[in-house]
Structures are given as C-alpha cells and as structure tokens.
C-alpha cells in the first residue's frame, strides 16, 4: 500500500508547517482517512461554500482561499492535517479585526503561490506586542517571563509558542469581552486546553507521552463537569497569588485548595471577574453583581446586607437568651421562696 | 381511672438527637463553608461538604421518620393547631416568659396527654417542621440534583435563589435552636426537660 506523504492543495505550501500555523489544529487521521484524504480534501474545497469577506484589495485576495473550510495538507512529519482556514467570522470579532493580513504575514505571501522565504517566515507575537508603544510594555514583558516559567515550554521549549494556544485569528482577551456569556468565554478558553489534554492521540504527538484523560486526573474534583462549565482551566493552573494565566501550572503545582476559590477573597475575583470587576467600579454599578450574576459559588456569591443581618439575628438571639437566663437567675437569688408559691 | 402515657416515646428521642446532632454539624458546616476564608477556616472545605453532605441526608431520613411516624402513631396529636383563642393562648404564654417566669409563676400551660407542648412550643415547632425543614430540605436537595434545576432565573444562575434561601432558613433554625436549648432549662427545674428528652417522661392522668 502506498503511503501518501504529502498532499498539496491549491494555496498551501506544499509538506510544510508555515511558521504561525496552528499545532493545535492537527487532526490525526486513520489509515483509511489517509487513503481517502487527497478526494475529500479537494471535494471539499471545491464545494465549500464559505463566503470570502468582504476586504479591501489584499486581505480579499487571501481570503479567497484561506476562508475555505477544508484548505489544509498533510504534514508528514506528524502525520495530521494542518489546517490553513480561517474564519473569516471569528477574524472579524477578534482582537486582530483591524490588522491585514500583511501586517504580520511577510513579503512570501505576497502573491500565489507563495514564494519560498514564506516557509522561513517566524512569526512572533511579541515582537508587536513588546516593542510597540501601543501595548503596555511591561505586561507583555511580565507574560514573557510567566511563559518561559510556564510547565508548557519548561516541558517542550523547542516546540511550544503563543500558537500551541492562541490562534492570533480568533483571538479574543478576556478583557475585551466585559458582555460576553461568562460560560461562552469559559467554554472557549477551556477548549484550548481540552484540545490537547481531552484528546489522547493529539497530546501523544506533540509530546510523545501519554496522558490519562481529564476525569480521571480530576477525580477528586467534585463536579468536575460543572467546574469546567464554569471557571477556566487557569484558574488553577496558575498560580494562586498572581493573575498571570501564562505560568501555567502542572497537576502537582496546580491550587487544589476549595477555599481558594470558594471564599470572598477568592481567586475567582483576581482572575475570571477582574475585568468585569473592574468595569464595574468604573460604571459604579451595584457592587459585586458581576459576583452575583454569574454561577453560584458556596463561599464566594454572598451578600454583605445578609451576612450581616445573619450574624446580627444569631448574635440579638444568643445576647437576648443570655439576659433573659440571666435576669432568671437574679430574681431567683433575691427571692428563692418565690419559685415554690 | 388512672392513665399513663409516655410523653416522649424511644423513637421520639432517637429521632431528637439525631436532628441534634446533625443540626449542630450542619450548622458547624455550613458556617465554615459560607464564611469559608484561606487559612483560617473553621473545617477544611472539602471536609465541610462531605459532612454537610452526609449530615442533610441524615436529616433528610430524620424527617421523613418524624412525618411518617406521627402519621401513623398518636404524637402527630400534639402538632395539631387550635385556632380558636390561639392569640390569646400565644399572649399568656409570651407574658409568662416575659414577666411571670420572674415571678415564679406556675407554666400557664403544663403537659397534658394532648397537648405536651405550650402554644408557643407548638406554632414554633410547627413552623419549623412543616415550614423550615421541608424548605431547608428543598434548597439543600437542589446541590444535589442541579441539572433539575433551571439554569437561569431573573438573570441569575438558578441556583442562587436556592443557596441564598437555604443560608437564611439556616440562619433563623439556627437562631432557634439557640433559642430551644435556653427554653428547655426555663421548665419546671433547669435540667428537667433535658432529662425528660435523654430517659423518658411518663405522664398520668386521671380519665373521666
């Protein structure tokens, strides 16, 4: 049987991982599928109905293959596919919106095919992201260092970029989406986390090793489903004084303690409110809704009127019994025959 | 001919003490857990909530007993209200704790095979149990079966209207039991209806 290598489809560079591709886009394919690939790909490319958006000059032009579902290759060295599509939906509502495509991608993708040097091409977030006067220089500096102190890159230093996670074309910060579905963003931030680590084949070749799967690794998490539905990976995977979801935490480091999140001065507050939080103090909204809206959290969702109405009535009561008893046992001692008539 | 009649059978007691110490649990709980601060709780969280956790469903059996007991023996007498001269019945009572107990007046209302509690004892106890407990039970229970509950209500996750519920019927049963342990030394001596709840009370009556 003859084993397919590569497969190159129109606008792809042939075999190759073009720097800034998504790792996490892999799909590791059986051997029938592999058999199969090069008609399903090309079928579907050619069916794909996916509209190009609507862009000026340059951006249009790239669109016109890279909005297409389907377009990607097979790379030999991994044996996945790499997907080279991009919404044009999720582009439009990330945080990238307003950049052309030529404002990170360089002179080899100029014009189709590509030129050679576009394989060479290294993209790297920070370098518009450090270096420019438009960002603030030492967040991205401190984002810097939590990465490198990361478990993700001290494990794969070679291998492991801002793309293992982010996809800079659906891109979204946390602090940008202040009306967003608190779930929605979750689910979203979570799904880069699960894409890896709740699929077995994915995480084994990027890293060789084999994981056991999320529920059993969380078996002593109580309602685990309902924790990732509600509050990111990081939240833990962090650590539990900063609020640098890049120092990514493994399982032995990770915050297991509950009352790290289930108090008042939980984490959840430095870390998946803080932007709404803060928004809040800004608009001088009802304190604490954001904390109130969202998921019920035992520790956490209380409200200052009934804590302290609650300490009040079982402080009046216990101060009310006390004085009564009291007042008992005084008039008792001042007439102790009274009791018997 | 004269009768007697036990006031507080076994299964009373055992049924008693058993809500005791799961209201004492319960309440030690859910207070570590709702004021649940690193460092400096009173029992480690995930302690807490599996106690919590045991503990309710202990009280939980605790009133299906009390229920079912009273419907099938005779103490269910004692949780039927009599309307007519409640108020006045409620005012004597509440004057005898106000005023006379300093006095050294005799209980307005002593036990009789009928009705053992006083009409404070028994509009309090009756609201607790048919009102509190069932309500606690509800709000507690919605933890446990969640995905019964819905997701959203006014806007918020559907389990807030059940958690703030269940800590303000917390925090009043707990407010009563405080005040049901400092009402059972105000009987005929201070020690006397612990004794009665821990070994039993007989009561005779002459029957005409």
Known sequence: MKRIQSIQVRGAVSGHLLPGQLPGSILVMNTSMRRHLPLLLATLAFLSTTTVQAESGQEAGCMRCHSMKTLAYLDSKTGGVRNLSIDPDAMARSDHKKLGCRSCHGAGFEVYPHFKEARLERLECLNCHKENIDFPHELFESIERSFERSVHFQTLPDSFTCFSCHDPHDFRSLSKQPNEELTTVVARDNGVCRRCHDTPNEIYSKTGRKFSPLVATHAWLPEAERHWDNVRCVECHTGPKSNRSHFILGRNDAVRACEACHSQNSLLVAKLYRHRLREEKRSGTLTNSSVMNNAYVIGLTRHPWLDWGGIALIVMTFLGVTGHGLARWLFTRRDPHENHH | ?208
Request: charged content about 10%; overall charge positive; some cysteine.
């Open chain 2, 1 to 208: 001919m004269k009768t007697t009649i036990e006031l507080y059978p076994t299964w009373i007691r055992v049924w008693h003490w058993s809500n005791a110490l799961s209201f004492l649990i319960l309440i030690a709980t859910g207070f570590s857990m709702h004021f649940a601060t690193p460092g400096a709780y009173l029992i480690p969280f995930n302690t807490a909530r599996l106690l919590h956790n045991f503990f309710g469903i202990v009280l939980v059996c605790g009133w299906l007993i009390f229920v079912f007991g009273n419907l099938r023996g005779t103490n269910g007498i004692h949780y039927r209200l009599r309307l007519t001269g409640l108020f006045r019945r409620l005012l004597t009572q509440a004057l005898f704790y106000g005023v006379g107990i300093f006095r050294g007046a005799h209980h307005p209302f002593p036990a009789t095979r009928d009705a053992k509690f006083n009409p404070l004892q028994q509009v309090t106890y009756w609201g607790v149990m048919f009102g509190a407990i069932p309500l606690l039970i509800l709000s507690g229970l919605a933890f446990f079966f969640h995905d019964w509950i819905p997701e959203q209500v006014l806007g918020m996750d559907g389990l807030m209207i059940s958690g703030v519920l269940h800590y303000v019927i917390g925090v009043f049963l707990t407010a009563f039991m405080i005040g049901h342990i400092y009402l059972a030394t105000a009987g005929e001596t201070v020690f006397g209806e612990f004794k009665k709840m821990l070994f039993g009370a007989t009561l005779t009556e002459e029957k005409s």
